[in-house]
Structure formats: C-alpha cells, structure tokens
C-alpha cells in the first residue's frame, strides 16, 4: 500500500507487524530506488515494515514517484543481487560494571548473569530501523527469556557504545545520550562518525562477540 | 564582510532548508523553521533562496558591523535599532563599520532571520550549514556571544528594499488555521476524534521548541495505541497517549511509533512555527493537490521574480 504523506514524501507500507523477511525486502528497494533516484531523490527511511521516500517537488511529483516505487517493489521479488546480509560481529564487554542493567536483566529472566551473556550473544539479530539518534540501530528479536522492558525513569546519560536491551529489541547507544534501555555492556565499536555516517544498515545482520574488559580497553584504544 | 555577536539571545543557529538524503542515517533533516520568512530575507538581498541565514529566536538580539554590508531582517514583529534609532523590519538594513543592529524581544511571532549578502559563510556538516542543537556535535550546536559572522558576497550595491505589505506576515491572528494532509494512521483514528482536532482550538505550549511543538486543547479519546516505528516527515502531526497533539518541527527524529492522523504542509508548519506559548491555532484537512499548488507557487515565486527598480514591487521573469 502506498499513500503520499505530504507534499514531498510518500510512505509504502508492505505489513502491519514485525516480520523478520521485510528489512532485506526494504533494503532491496532502496537499492533499486538508488539506483534510478539521480537527481529526484531525496531521502529513503525504511523501518521494519515501511519505506518512507522523500523527492524533490520542483523535479517529479508523487504520480511518478509512486510508479517507480511500485516498480522497484516488484522488482524486489526476483533481487537476486543480494545476497546473505552484511553481518557485523561487535564485540561487547558484558559485566555488571559496564551494564549497571545486567544484574536486573538477569532477576528479570529468573536466569544466571551467564546465561544471560550466553543467550544475548548466541542470537544473531536483523536491522529493523535506524533512527532516535544518529547511527542508533534497532535490532532484533532477542531471545523471549531476556527480553525486558524500558525502564520506568529513563537515564539522563546513557554512555556511547553501551549494549542495551528493550522489550525483544536491542541496540548500541552510537553517542551519548539519554535513554531508558537496560545497560547491559559496553562495546568499543563506534557506530557512528560524522565522516563514515552509520555504519549499520537495514536489513545488515548483527552478532554480538563477548570480550574481557582488557580486551574491550584495548580495541577502545584506553580512550574510555 | 562580517558582523559581530555582542548578544545572541535565546538562541541563535545558522540555518539553511536543512539536509538531504541523511535521515535515513538517523540525522535529524534541520532547515529554517519557517521558510516563508526565511526565503523572504534571502530575497530582500537576491542570495539564493537556499542561502543559510540567522535564525533568532525570540530576538534579545545585537551585533555589530565590522564592515560595510547590507542585510536583511525578516519575521517575527521586534523592534529593531540601528546605534539606538528605530528601523522597520521586513526589509534591506545599510550598516556601516561598528553600527550596533539591536534586535528587541519579540511582540508577535517567535523566529527572526537574519539574511547576510551572499549568505552566512560557515562550516557545511552533513552537506548544510544547519545547525541541530540536540545532536551535540561540536562547534555546530549555535551560536553565542562573541561569535563572527562572515558573509559570501563582497556585494556592497545592495538597493533599499522592503517586502511588499500584502507579502508579510504579522503573526498576530487570534486562530491561525494550518493546512492538515490527511495520511499515515488517518483511517484508524476514531472518527469523532478527527472532528475534535479539526473542529476546537488547540493553544501551543511552553514544550515548543524545534524538534516539535505541544499543543493543549481538547484530547482525542481513543489515542492509546501505539504502532511499529515509521518514518516520519517534517510537519507530521503525532498523536501521544494524552491525546494532545505534537507537531514534529525540522530537528525531529526519523521515525516513531505514535499514531498520526497526517501532517502539516511545510508552508503551515512555518506559521505554526511562529506561534507563541498561549497562541491559538486550529487545524483543517486539505488534499494533496492543493497542498501541492499552495507549495510550488511559492516556491517558484522566490525563483522567478525580480525587483522592480523601487525596491517595493516584484515581477514575474
């Protein structure tokens, strides 16, 4: 279903709920759009079952816009180019000293902090959306066991790079920030700079690699 | 050719119509809040209508000028002062070196611009000079006190001009009615619901500032729901479950998950933009089509017109 939402950006809905085919279907439109875009296009914004797309006003007009949606919906079907999703390994320092949250995650899930450690980092999880904040990425589902919700006060300052859990979401808080996710770790990767942009991508696959907090100092490079 | 902050007031960024093609990195879009007054101090000095600008809220404003240079004040109604004399706004202003331009605190309106010949020089980030405050990255969150402001035209033979009367805005209507394209969760809301927003005031509230603006009015009932995260445009209006309305200005995030009965076209959101805590405003559905004449005709005016030689007349070329 597409539906124009103002006068320069229409929304392609393909789904009502969260289904973990649509971020690569999404992905591949964007691609296909990117590909013909030139000069009218503006902005894409995919997140988990929609596509926002933003044109220039003065060049085309929703109509045209809207056919070459429709054809690059189609066309998706048969991408073969694709492939497996990018996969990212990000490697987190899990501890109760870089996740304040983690002992609550684990009494939340009735579970070992171990366990889990274990079960976070043995999924491997989808780019649903970008957005909330520069390079901020939504990934999911995680595991039904560890899944916890938002925390009733939201932190005033949330450290850049902490590993956090909401509900079956997760993410990597790319800058400092506020926010009401449970801190479980701390990773040394930077997911977003002004130079690289983000560096996650939806319908990217993520997995996350436990290290020790030596390791995690080392690859920060003793800056955090 | 520059001026000289003495004072910024409550805030002061460089903004240009913002950025393109870095939502989809999680990067709020920014832009001139209101781009009615900000084309029109653009085009008191012929920049390009795209030319980043001042954009001053509230006025409490000063700055001295370091050269000869002639610039362009727009929007909101503050009285303005040149080394104390009163000036008009809405038009061309000659200063000369060390002249103090004093921008009073504002009587009607929110957002004043500040137009520069050539327009502002600065530091481009994400391919604009916009400044989003919320984003944190140094040295482009605003500007303060002390701050030099450099301009791209060495252009002295600016003539006077002024904005023609029927041209300007005055922000002072008792309801200001904003254009409201139905779309997104427009289907799903309760139907008496769409009547309350459309047919009650809604009066804007201290919570206004440019990620979006609170309304207060009457709440739509049945608004407790939510829906995945979606793309959002600049000027979508977010229904929350208090029932009250938030209207998403140019530094929003990308996407949320509050329903929204539609968004605001980008000419209204610069009226709604100008509104004062306690100003009222009321909300009225439109179609695309109008949305879309109402938007290329200005846009196309701002290109494709010139002044006439008494700096108070334009034509179509």
């Not at chain 1, 996969?87 to 889990?116: C, F, K, M, Q």
């Not at chain 1, 449970?182 to 996350?208: C, E, M, W, Y």
């Not at chain 2, 309304?215 to 939510?226: C, I, N, R, V």
Request: hydrophobic share 40%; glycine share 8%; proline share 6%.
């Amino acid at each position: 279903m597409i539906e124009q939402v103002s006068v320069d950006s229409l929304v392609l809905r393909l789904a009502d709920s969260i289904d973990s085919a649509l971020p690569a279907r999404l992905a591949s439109i964007c691609d296909l759009l990117e590909v013909n875009g030139d000069h009218w296009l503006v902005d894409l914004v995919p997140s988990y079952t929609t596509l926002l797309v933003t044109w220039d006003p003065l060049i085309t007009d929703y109509q045209a816009v809207r056919d070459r949606v429709l054809d690059c919906l189609s066309k998706s079907d048969s991408d073969t180019t694709r492939g497996a999703a990018r996969l990212h390994r990000i490697p987190v320092w899990y501890s109760t000293n870089s996740g304040p949250d983690l002992e609550a995650v684990a009494r939340h899930a009735g579970i070992t902090i171990d366990e889990v450690i274990r079960i976070h980092s043995e999924t491997r999880y989808l780019v649903y959306a970008l957005g909330f904040a520069p390079g901020f990425a939504f990934l999911g589902e995680t595991d039904e066991r560890i899944a916890m919700p938002r925390k009733q006060t939201p932190r005033a300052r949330v450290p850049a790079g902490s590993v956090a859990i909401a509900n079956r979401q997760t993410a990597i808080y790319p800058l400092e920030s506020p926010g009401g996710w449970q801190l479980i770790g701390l990773s040394p990767v930077r997911l977003f700079n002004p130079q690289n942009l983000s560096l996650l991508k939806t319908g990217d696959a993520v997995q996350f690699c436990p290290v020790t907090e030596a390791e995690y100092r080392e690859m920060a490079g003793g800056t955090s | 050719m520059s001026l000289h902050i003495l004072d910024a007031g409550l805030s002061c960024t460089v903004q240009d119509p913002g950025r393109r093609g870095y939502r989809r990195h999680g990067l709020a879009s920014g832009g001139a809040a209101d781009l009615h007054a900000f084309r029109w101090a653009n085009k008191l000095l012929d920049n390009n209508p795209g030319a980043a600008c001042l954009e001053i809220v509230m006025g409490g404003f000063r700055a001295v000028a370091r050269h000869h240079i002639t610039v362009a004040v727009t929007g909101a109604d503050a009285s303005l002062k040149v080394n104390g004399r009163p000036l008009a706004g809405w038009s061309t202003i000659k200063l000369k070196p060390d002249d103090e331009l004093e921008i009073g605190m504002s009587r009607a309106g929110r957002l004043i611009y500040l137009a520069l010949p050539g327009g502002v020089d600065g530091p481009e980030l994400f391919g604009s000079q916009s400044m989003v405050a919320r984003e944190q990255f140094s040295d482009h969150a605003g500007l303060e006190a002390g701050a030099e402001v450099a301009c791209l035209s060495e252009e002295p033979a600016i003539p006077r001009r002024a904005v023609p009367d029927s041209h300007r805005r005055h922000y002072r209507e008792d309801v200001c009615e904003l254009d409201l394209l139905p779309g997104y969760q427009y289907r799903e809301f309760d139907r008496y619901d769409l009547l309350r927003l459309t047919h009650s005031n809604y009066r804007v509230t201290q919570h206004s500032d440019r990620m979006g603006y609170r309304l207060s009015g009457p709440a739509l009932e049945k608004a407790d729901w939510q829906i995945l995260s979606e793309g959002m445009v600049v000027g979508a209006v977010q229904i929350p479950g208090d029932g009250q309305p938030i209207v998403l200005m140019p530094d929003c995030q990308t996407i949320g998950g509050y329903p929204k009965p539609g968004a605001l076209s980008r000419q209204d959101l610069g009226r709604l933009a100008q509104r004062l805590p306690g100003d009222s405003i009321r909300f009225r559905f439109t179609s695309p089509e109008d949305m879309q004449r109402k938007h290329l005709l200005s846009e196309l005016f701002f290109r494709h017109t010139r002044w006439e030689a008494n700096g108070c007349d334009l034509r179509w070329r």
